[in-house]
């Protein structure tokens, strides 16, 4: 006993000491700074949001998605993989979850408290799944970071790293372009004013917004923008775990790695996981529906079809161009059961339909057209507006690049260059080329293999036709950032097909072995510029709290950030007219700026009202200030389209306004007084 009361004399002696050390210490190097406590605590607070959003959405879908699983007179539906059905579960919870999110809106309740107060409701409701689907999600992180052989160990740290760069990136203030033009100042002004409403100003809110539905709510939590990105970056996650799930399922755990990986390989894909755009959710939706068309395949139950057209429903919620998605489906679902063509159609499509419907009524109630601003017009809409925006005519066919058509994939692939004109995305040399392995390694794979690939390419070839006939007719339907729904079918069969090459003979050629060793390779190089761009936009100091957020915009933004402070000190109400400058998000709240989205301010109305003086009388009505972005003009003076009307602007503009400060290749002006 004594020697115990010695041992904790001496005990807290020592422990004592030890706290006064630390505290003296620390007190004087204070290696935790204000600005590295503030830069990791809000980055966990992003993270926080983003995970809560994604777990109720788990829980939700898993709730909605288990009459699928439930069994009665109709046949039951094939087992899918854990991967596959967490994956499914999230996409269809966050798809409802936006759709709830709308009606709040519309009917003036997108507010943070009504939003977050429905999302509990939605936890509550469905808690017992929500554990459920928290636990599988568990279990396959466990897996992940347990690849069986050296092979996927390679793999799975390669994709760790992309990942863990991305989401880097992701954390950090919102710098692309689109982000900064709609994708963002949607979700802002909803909350701004409470509710869903109409802009005249902003012809890209009256489209399907499935996903930036769901940033307003995670923007409304902290009210932090940064979490806007981690959202996109889970959508993506969750489309590489279906793909993943689904050729691992089929063809082994080295294809699903390697799905996973060729998609990664895209780096434009990686980018997209950085940025709070849209893009991932499309092409998780693709790699669901992928998922559920093999999954109706093999049991023939109609749930699965309904299923199906959910999907599809909720990608052309989030992008028009997901049509592309559900007319695929609809070949593959006649091509497998022409003789119940009629029946099948009718649950695929009305099943889409419906859960299209809420984002129909959005467009006829605030637009006056269901599929605004396509087919029927609507607010501020017109005939020349749409020609402007869909560019038709400037397709490859008939400019003497027709055989880019033929080979379309390769020339996406090969001349694809993200921020470039055309195809205008980096897919790597791998994700659409080597499902061309497929009729080479054919004869060594398995039956059951040989499925899923004709699977794949019944799906994936009228995806291709779909981009075949968009690029044939407009500039913008070649951009492959439009068929991103197209890529985890084209991962899922590449992998199977490199995964048939280790099953070739190894003599006189192991070819296999050549084959990874290349795809290790350009994955190296792919990681390394990953890396310099994570480095180059200053993501890591940012989120150490070296770099503050003004300064991390000002650095990326260069004059667009620079004009920030500057309409700061405009008069609360002022109204300014941006011409040949399309972003708005970081105009402050208490003045409005009208962006120049189609860069046709000036073109559009000269023509609608005839002469430079009628222009700026109507404007000097509408608006306080003009700001004009002189790159902009440089860049679209000559464009073939307002080239006439542009020759006339400086010398008109002079004679009407005068400057009040130049900033950063912008200038404000204010009306001349008579």
Known sequence: MLENRGTLWRATVVLSGLLALLVGYYWVHKPLHLGLLLALGGAALDALTVFLIVLVGGGLGRRLFLFVRTHNCMSIPPPISRAERAALDALLGLGALGGLALLLGLIGLYTGAALWLALLVMALLARRALLDWLHDMEALAQRAAQPGTAWT?????????????????????PLA???????????????????????????????????????????????????????????GLLGLLAAGGLARRYAGEAAGWLAVTLLLSAYSVWKLLGWPYVDLAVLAYGAAALVVAVAWRDSGSPRWLVVMGVIGGLALGVKYTAVGLLLALAVFVALRQPRRIVRNGLLLGLSAALVFLPWALKGALLYHNPVYPFLFGGLNWDAVRSTTFSTPGTGLLGTGKEWQLITLPLAATILGREEAEGFGFTLGPWLLTTPLLLPLGWRWLDER????????????????????????????????????????????????????????????????????????????????????????????????GMVSRNDFLTANLGGYALIRPRLAELPDGARVRQLWEARTYFCPPRIACAGDLLFDHWARSLRQLGTPEAVFSAWKQADDYLLFYDVGFNFWKTDPRFATENAQFLDALAAQVTPVWSEGGYTLYRWKQP
């Open 153 to 173: 160990r390679l793999l799975a740290l390669l994709t760790g790293l992309l990942l863990v760069m991305a989401l880097l990136r992701a954390l950090a203030p």
């Open 177 to 235: 372009y689109d982000a900064l033009n709609y994708h963002l100042v949607g979700p802002a002004r909803y909350l701004a004013v409470g509710r869903i409403a109409a802009y005249p100003d902003h012809f890209f809110l009256g489209f399907p917004q499935g996903v930036e539905i769901l940033y307003g709510v995670a923007l409304s939590l902290f009210g932090r923008d940064t979490a806007a990105a981690p959202l996109h970056f889970a959508f």
């Open 449 to 544: 293999t040989r499925r899923l690939a004709r699977d794949c390419a019944l799906l994936g070839l009228p995806l291709l036709g779909f981009w075949l006939v968009m690029a044939s007719l407009s500039n913008i339907g070649a951009q492959t950032r439009l068929m991103v729904m197209a890529l985890p079918v084209a991962a899922v069969a590449g992998a199977i097909g490199i995964e048939s090459l280790s099953r070739w003979p190894r003599k006189p050629l192991d070819i296999g072995f050549v084959v990874r060793a290349a795809l290790v390779l350009t994955l190296a190089l792919g990681t390394l510029e990953t890396l310099r761009e994570t480095v180059q936009v200053r993501a890591v100091p940012y989120l150490l």
